[in-house]
Every structure is written in C-alpha cells, then in structure tokens.
C-alpha cells in the first residue's frame, strides 16, 4: 500500500517561499508519476506540477517560473519549492503517485493519479 505525507505548508506574505515535502512509503518511489495538485474553497483540484520517472516536468502556466518541483529518490522524497507567492497561491496542496513511471498527456487531471496524500494548507496574505 502506498501512502504518501505531505509536509511544509504554512502562512506567508506576498512575494514570500515556502519548500512542501512529500513523504512516500510503500512502493518504489522511482517507478512512480509525481504530481503536486492544488484546491482552493469552492473549486475543483487541479494539477499544477509533475515529474515523471525520467525526470520529464510539467508545469501549470499559473506556477511557471515560480515553483520548481523536484524529487529525491534516496529519500523517497517529493519537494516543491514555491517562490513569488501570490494570494491566488492560497490552497490546499496535495501530492499524488500514479502507478506508471511516466506521467501521462493529461497530468493536470487528478483521475490520472492513484494515490493521494492528506495536504497541506498553504495561505498567501497580501
């Protein structure tokens, strides 16, 4: 069974960082499709990075050139380094594993991902 924990959110101003980390345990985190998504209050969760086994990454316009995701596959361990935070930024942010080690041509879409982690909330104040 899969299980991955998310770690790292918190408040920041605008123009602020914050680094979230995604704990996996359960499976060869190697293998695996990374995604972070994010929901903010009365919308629907939407992808906004991935990484895949190869190390091919994928960005939402939204987040280009200001997060960068990365992973640690010693440590089992997905980051997303968020930089140039804005109020919009305000969600909660969820890491997701699909099975296959590539990610797929709809990665954005959350029924591409298998396992999810239990978020963590990120709040932008202006």
């Known amino acids: 069974q899969v299980q991955l924990v998310e770690s790292g959110g918190g408040s920041v101003q605008t123009g602020g960082s914050l680094t979230l980390s995604c704990k996996i345990s359960?499976?060869?985190?190697?293998?695996?499709?990374m995604a972070w998504f994010r929901q903010a209050p009365g919308k629907e969760r939407e992808g906004v990075a991935a990484i895949a086994s190869e190390d091919t990454i994928h960005y939402d316009p939204s987040v280009q050139g200001r997060f960068i995701i990365s992973r640690d596959n010693a440590k089992n361990t997905l980051y997303f380094q968020m930089n140039s935070l804005k109020p919009e930024d305000t969600a909660m942010y969820y890491c997701?594993?699909?099975?296959?080690?590539?990610?797929?041509?709809?990665?954005?879409?959350?029924?591409?991902?298998?396992?999810w982690g239990q978020g963590t909330q990120v709040t932008v104040s202006s």
């Open positions: 359960g499976d060869t985190y190697s293998r695996h499709c």
């Open positions: 997701a594993a699909d099975v296959r080690p590539y990610c797929s041509g709809i990665w954005w879409l959350k029924r591409e991902y298998n396992y």
